[in-house]
């Protein structure tokens, strides 16, 4: 996967004019990864974003045309969320379904949550 973390006070404009550069790293470094840790997604993380999730989801179908792969946004409270979760059950972090919950558009703490409860049904 591909990070982009954005450093700004306020909500991120996810224009796929904006993410030009990002596209076309993530596409050079699926041509650099593949066969080794190939890149399924690219992530942008920021404060928040202008467009809603209906419109964060047609930039991924965009994205997805540019760059052979969807990119997923992640608000940073939602970040914060995963980075706590994970650091109190470290274990849960390997057997997520990263490529379902990174397939493109607005990622949120529900989405991940709901990972996690059925990652946690199907171990114990």
Request: aromatic share 8%; charged share 25%; glycine share 6%.
């Amino acid at each position: 996967m591909v990070l982009d973390a954005k450093a700004t006070s306020t909500s991120f404009n996810a224009a796929i004019s904006e993410l030009r550069a990002l596209a076309e790293y993530t596409q050079n470094q699926r041509i650099r990864q593949k066969g080794f840790a190939d890149v399924f997604a690219a992530v942008v993380v920021s404060k928040g974003f202008d467009q809603d999730a209906a419109a964060l989801g047609q930039v991924s179908r965009e994205f997805i045309s540019q760059a052979g792969v969807p990119v997923a946004f992640l608000e940073v409270a939602t970040m914060v969320h995963l980075v706590k979760c994970f650091r109190e059950q470290p274990n849960l972090r390997s057997g997520l379904k990263w490529r379902l919950l990174l397939a493109g558009g607005l990622t949120t703490k529900a989405m991940f949550d709901s990972e996690v409860r059925a990652l946690k049904g199907e171990r114990y």
